[in-house]
């Protein structure tokens, strides 16, 4: 059973996290306990709540899947994984995929030019174009993103790395 301390919290919860049948059958378990892919990780759900461990750092809090992203959020903010279901392993990731969409002088937004971060370092920039018989191409470049912890004005400013060089 698990269950929440309620000296420290105003909530008296339990939940509980294997059963048995009391017919002398193995108990059957609700939790799901995920490893990464070096397996140095753990990220273990049951019943709305995660834990996920690190080394000796243990980080607990309510989760959510949406996607095929299960997103946790804890008191030291939110965390983002990639779970496979077949192999018990996840990959944590940097943020939740997302597009980026060109805006024009207008205000407006091009769905057209875009780049589309994966959560996991990459990009992808893709310019979607129409020929005068309504034919759709794409055309995509990969490449890799960085943080470089530069804020200006409240907006942060990556570099993207695409055939080696740099944006």
């Known amino acids: 059973m698990f269950g929440l301390d309620s000296q420290l919290t105003s909530y008296n919860i339990a939940y509980w996290y294997s059963y048995s049948s009391g017919s002398g059958g193995a108990p059957t378990t609700l939790s799901k306990e995920y490893k990464s892919e070096d397996g140095k990780e753990t990220l273990t759900l049951v019943g709305g709540f995660a834990v996920y461990r690190s080394g000796e750092k243990m980080i607990t809090g309510l989760y959510s899947t949406s996607n095929g992203v299960t997103v946790v959020s804890t008191a030291e903010g ?62 995509e470049i990969s490449g890799t993103v960085e943080d470089t912890d530069n804020y200006r004005f409240r907006v942060c400013y990556l570099r993207i790395q695409i055939d080696g060089k740099n944006f």
């Open 78 to 139: 939110t965390m983002y994984f990639e779970l496979n279901e077949e192999k018990m392993t996840f990959i944590k990731l940097e943020s939740v995929p997302y597009n980026a969409y060109l805006r024009n002088v207008d205000g407006s937004m091009d769905k057209n030019v875009y780049i589309h971060f994966d959560g996991k370092g990459n990009a992808v920039y893709t310019v979607v174009t129409e020929d005068e018989e309504g034919v759709e191409s794409k055309k």
